[in-house]
């Protein structure tokens, strides 16, 4: 009987003690202690031009975001600055109205830097691209906002005279995740979305489109270089459409081939590989 009680009191013992998971638990009001942070919406731009002796005005989306930012009502004012590691120089290559930006509570946080990009004096295509590398610098305006530390990295692309829009005769070589390979013709359509910029009509071995998304691809041309930079496949699917190769543009001939993969998951090597050899009509 004795070592009964003894047992229950030893239970009960055990039962009226702290439990440590719930002493360890952070209390769930400082999830929102953390500071706020100002900052660009993108890690990185790029702004291209024909070298012509003109400017061409663009713009770098700043904002504030974190754990209160939505509490904020006084306006934040930011400065930015090149990093040492920046190519691109100030007066030759960019200019700004100003470094200073404030971002006003009425407009959620949100301001647009200008930048211009220069090319009086500049031939292309230059041996070396410029690269602008910005930072947030100084952050004033409400005491819960600092600067993030990510920077910015603007390309400068200095572009020749490009005229690619138009109907184009495909041919495309294609190789099938199995490593099987067809030939596929068909018509594609270039537009120009932005200097030296443009947007097919077709995208891989899906002749008349998917149905969802916007058709085809986007691809740069600098002086007659053509590359095709990372993108999701007809901006909707998570397969990666990215250039292999850069192609080259005979204009004698007013022909082109362009080299790129889709692949799934990106960064895989599950990957579709198509060639294409374009004439303009």
Known sequence: ????????????????????????????????????LAGFERSSMTMG?????????????????GPTSMDINSD???????????????????????????????????????????????????????????????????????ASGKPLTITLNYLCFSDLSGEYDATMLYTAYDGSTSTIEFTDVFTETGAGEYRTSEVGHWIGGLGVGTPGFTFNDVCNVITIPGQNLVDYYGNWVEGTATGIVDKETNTMTIDYSICYPQGSDNCRYYSVTYVKK
């Open 1 to 36: 009987m004795k070592r009964i009680y003894l047992l229950l009191l030893i239970i009960f013992g055990i039962a009226s003690l702290p439990s440590c998971l719930v002493e360890d638990e952070v209390p769930s009001g400082d999830n929102d202690k953390g500071p706020n």
């Open 49 to 65: 031009g024909v070298s012509n002796g003109d400017s061409y005005d663009f713009e770098i989306l700043c904002k504030v975001f």
């Open 76 to 146: 934040v004012t930011i400065t930015v600055e090149p990093d040492l590691s920046s190519t691109a120089v100030e007066g030759l290559h960019y200019e700004f109205p100003s470094t200073s930006l404030t971002l006003k509570a009425e407009d959620n946080l949100l301001a647009r830097l200008p930048i211009t990009m220069l090319t009086e004096g500049i031939d292309a295509p230059l041996d070396e691209t410029p690269v602008l590398v910005l930072n947030v610098n100084t952050v004033s305006g409400d005491g819960t906002v600092i």
